[in-house]
């Protein structure tokens, strides 16, 4: 993680992770504890470049371990679903 700490929360049937603003890194989504990654998403804040400040990629999808997707929620919130 760079430019800051994300904090993971439990929200419902899933996590929340909650990063400030200025924070840049990578989130690896499993599908089980000690399986291997499912995807990765790389995010990055820019407030210089539009309505949408947070910019996101995903990548490393392995289908065998789960599929990732993604979709805006607002201009900061994204939820990312994973199933198998």
């Known amino acids: 993680m760079q430019n800051g700490m ?3 929360h439990r929200a419902g049937d899933g996590r929340m992770v909650r990063c ?3 924070s840049r890194g990578t989130l690896t989504f ?7 990654p499912a995807c990765e998403v790389d ?16 990548s490393h999808q392995n289908a065998a371990d789960g599929t990732c997707t993604t979709q805006w929620q ?5 939820n990312v679903s994973l199933s198998q």
Request: charged content about 10%.
């Open 30 to 36: 499993y599908q089980h504890t000690l399986g291997t």
């Open 43 to 58: 995010f990055w804040y820019d407030n210089t470049s539009g309505s949408r400040p947070w910019h996101i990629q995903l």
């Open 6 to 8: 994300c904090h993971v």
């Open 74 to 78: 607002g201009a900061n919130t994204l």
């Open 20 to 22: 400030p603003d200025g």
